[in-house]
Structures are given as structure tokens and as C-alpha cells.
């Protein structure tokens, strides 16, 4: 046996909610997507070490077309039972106070790469949707219970519990408050586990920011009364203000063939102490079962950890896989991601142009419904991100580059466009908190192909620019402050687009690659 060290977080960048599964000798960890598609981001590894991308499970399942920022898929949960797995999802379609209008499904494959079944409706109480399958053979679904009668901001009342029938697919029987909280508040996220004679309920409180923690209760009899943990939170941050990982919270765990436990749980790195550019990441720790019968963290306290150790059958070694390429001569690559609408050959294709890929023009960069863009995640506070293309535009209205983009209210874009006087330019445009800015640079150029660069160290982002690889990169504008690209639900990612509010798909970008660069070690 070997203790391997490895750093936290294991899964860089935005993924958050993460939820761990054991499969033969495959482990799993599926993560939140929020608005951007394909939904459900999995990653797979052998030895919880290392860990690839796998697959994304939802496709064709959704419709996220309209959804708010910030809403869409929660907190999914994968589960296995009888030689299918198990997928519950929440589809968030509205965020506003006090109402939350938040539909849990349920789909079912026979391996995690699919085919997926078509969605069974769930119900829309709450969201943090999780599956238990009891020894006996039954299933139940839990999760959070939003009351709108609340007084306070968050409406969260604790978790609820009800009977799934895999035969009729749908929930029957009573519905079960097995949970109502703790003063901690803000009760979300639950999974069920059964440990030795009890029941164990993890869940998530205090919020998804600087609260955030872990909370445990234990019940004999599924549907209750839990008994609450006498030390909660046994997971958090809250009081640790100097720890690299903030923001501890929404677990769950797993054993290995071993006989070790451990949690998976999510967690931030603030940027310059501030908010997290890179969104919400997945860290693990083992954990431990006390003598009389608590989980608690190995190390002995309630804080996460940076730098940690998984007992392995063969030596180890963690390696750092957050670099990305693609050249568009074939299928295009499965990391990328796109705005609540899935990738077609009707805006999005590689048969126009041999080992260029032709993206058509959409709505503006704005827009909830029609936003032609193709990104990645952030994944190192150090980087370069490097496209090649050709775009003619005509018009102002005309745009075609490379952008930094958290959500529709905080970006910064790179790209050419069209200016009456100058004919084709390269330029700049922010939008920060929701307002607006053009920046002054104007940079006519010949027609032909572009390529632009972004580096980015921190919290500062430089724009560049060439027509050939043997030129000397030019600046685009001045050094942008990021921070205003840090402290969303998802991350900063990282994207190419085409925009076109002239006419909708009036006109088109052949991009002839994308790069990603990562600095950061472990």
C-alpha cells in the first residue's frame, strides 16, 4: 500500500456540487453545470488520484433556452442500482425571490456514457434532488424544501423525503420533514447513507459563500427522528479565514476497497482574498468513523485541506492535466461547452471548411436564448488562451473573437468588427456588473486571417493581436482589471463566438484552432 499526497482541489476550475460514486473498480464525481451544456460534467478515476473527463449526461434532455443566470441544472446526483445508473437533476428556471420555480428529473442509463432515458418528472418543492436505494429494495428521493413564507432572503426549511416507485416512475406515499436544520441555516444538498445500524443525512448549510459547511444527523428509522451531531459543522471554513480553500461545503462520500472513507466536497481559492475567478472547485479529504459512530475528518479538526493523502494499491503521483487544444481536423472536442443551447451543424460545424470550424452568427452576447459561443472553463490563475481566425464583417452590428465571460452581466471580448471609417478593426468591449463600456481602441487590419491572445496572471488580462506567427504580438487596448470576473455561481470561462444583431445568423467565423495554456503547479 502507499499514502500518495495531492493537492486540493482535485477538479480545477468551476465544478461545483460534487457528488461521488463507486462503480466496480471506477470511481465518479459529477458536478453542476448551471446554464452551460452539455449538463452534468463527469469525471472518472481509478485510484481518486487523478481524475479525466469522462462525459457530460445531459443533451438532448433540456431545455435551458430563456434561463436566468445563474439558474438551470443544480446539483445533479448519480446513483447505481441493479446494473442502472441513476441520474436526479434540478432544472432551475427561475431565480427571483420569493418564489423559486426549481423541477426535479430523473433519468436512468445502463453506463454513464449512456443512452440516457428521457426525463421522469420528479416534483418542484426544492431542489438539491438526491436517490437513496435502501437495502430492501426501495427508493427515495430527498431534497431541499423552499418555503416562500419565510421572512428571511434564503427560504430553504430543511429537507424532505418521499418513496420513489421505479415501476410507475413517480413518487407515492407520504412526504417525510426528516430535517429541519440547524441555526446555521440555509439546509440543502442531502445525501443518505447507510452505515452500520444508523442512516446518515450529510447536508449542506450556512450558504454557498464564506458559510458554507457540512452538517451531519443519524436516525435508526429512514423517515426519522435524526439526531444531529453534537459537533456540527464537521466540515468548514467559516471561522478560518486564512485557509487557501473557503467556502467548504455540499459532500458527499465514498469507500474504497481499501476500507478508507472519504469526502468529496466543494470549495473556492479566492482571488487576492477576494472572490473565486475560478469559480467553485472539488476538493477531498478521508474521513473517519468515530467509536460511537460520528463521521469526522481524519486529520482531527473541521477544516479543508490543501495538502492531503489517498492510501493506493500501486505508487502514484498526481499529475496536472488542465491544458486544452483543439485544430478542428475532426470531431469537435467533448471539453467544450455552450450556452443553454447544445452545438449543431446549423451554427456550429467543421464540414464548411476543411480543418476550420465555421461558427455562425447568433444573438448578441447578451442574449439568454441564441448566444453563438463555444467556451472552457478557467482552470489556472495563470494562462494563455490563443485563437486563429478569418471573419469579414460588414457592419458594426458584426463581431466575431475571443472573450473572458462569467455570465451575460460580466465579460470582456476581444474581436473584429467593422468601422465606417476604417473598414475592418479589432476591438475591445466590457461589461461589468451589468454597465457597459467600449473601449476607445481602434485597430484597422488588411483582411485576412487574425490571431488573438488574452494572458491572464491573476487578476490582471492582456489583449493581443497578429496577422502571422512570425510577427511581434501587438497590444489590444490597456492591461483590464478581472476581479469583476471573480465571485459568480460558475466561474470565469473562456470562450470564442460570433455575434450578429444586423440579422441572425447573417454571418460567419472560420476559427482555425484554440489554445489553453495553464501556469499554475500543483
Known amino acids: 500500500m502507499y499514502q500518495t499526497k495531492i493537492k ?59 434561463n436566468p443566470q445563474n439558474g438551470s441544472i443544480w446539483a445533479p446526483q448519480i446513483s447505481y442500482a441493479n446494473g442502472l445508473f441513476y441520474l436526479v437533476y434540478t432544472d432551475v428556471k427561475s431565480t427571483k425571490r420569493p418564489f423559486k420555480d426549481s423541477h426535479n428529473y430523473l433519468i436512468t442509463a445502463p453506463t454513464i ?139 458527499s462520500i465514498v469507500q474504497s476497497p481499501l476500507g478508507k472513507w472519504y469526502m468529496v466536497y466543494l470549495c473556492t481559492r479566492p482571488l487576492l482574498g477576494k472572490s473565486a475567478i475560478l469559480g467553485r472547485e472539488t476538493a477531498i479529504q478521508e474521513v473517519i468513523w468515530t467509536e460511537d459512530g460520528w463521521l469526522r475528518l481524519k486529520d482531527g479538526g473541521n477544516g479543508p485541506l490543501v495538502e492531503t493523502e489517498i492510501l493506493t494499491t500501486h505508487q502514484s503521483k498526481q499529475i496536472k492535466n488542465t491544458d486544452f487544444f483543439d485544430d478542428f481536423n475532426s470531431e469537435l472536442k467533448e471539453e467544450w461547452n455552450s450556452l443553454r443551447i447544445l452545438v449543431n451543424d446549423s451554427w456550429c460545424n467543421l464540414k464548411s471548411r476543411k480543418s476550420y470550424l465555421r461558427m455562425t452568427s447568433g444573438d448578441s452576447i447578451q442574449s439568454l436564448f441564441e448566444h453563438h459561443m463555444l467556451a472552457i472553463r478557467q482552470k489556472d490563475f495563470r494562462f ?111 470562450g470564442i463566438g460570433v455575434h450578429d444583431m444586423d440579422q441572425k445568423s447573417g454571418s460567419y467565423a472560420d476559427f482555425d484552432y484554440f489554445a489553453y495554456h495553464g501556469f499554475d503547479s500543483l
Not at 411 to 439: A, H, P, Q, S, W
Open 8 to 66: 486540493n482541489p482535485i477538479l480545477r476550475g468551476f465544478n461545483p456540487d460534487p457528488n461521488i460514486l463507486k462503480v466496480d473498480n471506477n470511481y465518479y464525481i459529477a458536478v453542476s453545470s448551471f446554464e452551460w451544456l452539455p449538463g452534468v460534467r463527469v469525471y472518472h478515476s481509478k485510484d481518486l488520484v487523478n481524475w479525466n473527463y469522462e462525459t457530460d449526461i445531459l443533451k438532448s434532455q433540456v431545455d435551458l433556452r430563456g
Open 113 to 251: 456514457k449512456g443512452p440516457w432515458s428521457k426525463p421522469v418528472y420528479l416534483n418542484s418543492s426544492g431542489f438539491d434532488p438526491s436517490l437513496f436505494h435502501d437495502r430492501d429494495g426501495r427508493k427515495w428521493l430527498l431534497n431541499e424544501n423552499w418555503d416562500y413564507r419565510l421572512t428571511t432572503d434564503n427560504k430553504s426549511a430543511g429537507i424532505i423525503m418521499q418513496e420513489y416507485d421505479d415501476q410507475k416512475q413517480q413518487l407515492v406515499g407520504p412526504i417525510y420533514k426528516i430535517f429541519n436544520g440547524t441555526e446555521l441555516a440555509k439546509t440543502e444538498a442531502p445525501h443518505l447513507y447507510k452505515y452500520g445500524d444508523y442512516y446518515y443525512l450529510i447536508t449542506a448549510e450556512g450558504g454557498t459563500g464564506s458559510g458554507h459547511s457540512v452538517t451531519v444527523c443519524r436516525s435508526k428509522k429512514i423517515t426519522g427522528p435524526y439526531e444531529l451531531d453534537p459537533h456540527y459543522p464537521m466540515l468548514t471554513a467559516r471561522d478560518k479565514p486564512d485557509s487557501p480553500l473557503q467556502c467548504a461545503g455540499h459532500a
Open 384 to 494: 494563455d488562451a490563443i485563437t486563429k481566425l478569418d471573419y469579414n464583417p460588414k457592419s458594426y452590428n458584426q463581431m466575431a473573437g475571443l472573450m473572458l465571460y462569467l455570465n451575460d452581466d460580466n465579460y470582456l471580448y476581444t474581436y473584429l468588427t467593422y468601422d465606417e471609417n476604417r473598414g475592418r478593426v479589432i476591438r475591445l468591449m466590457k461589461c461589468k456588473k451589468g454597465e457597459f463600456t467600449l473601449l476607445p481602441t481602434i485597430i484597422p487590419i488588411e483582411d485576412g486571417e487574425v490571431e488573438l491572445k488574452v494572458e491572464v496572471n491573476g487578476p490582471i488580462g492582456k489583449f493581443y493581436y497578429r496577422i502571422n506567427r512570425m510577427d511581434t504580438w501587438q497590444a489590444v487596448g490597456t492591461p483590464q482589471d478581472l476581479l469583476f470576473l471573480a465571485g459568480g455561481f460558475t466561474g470565469n470561462f473562456i
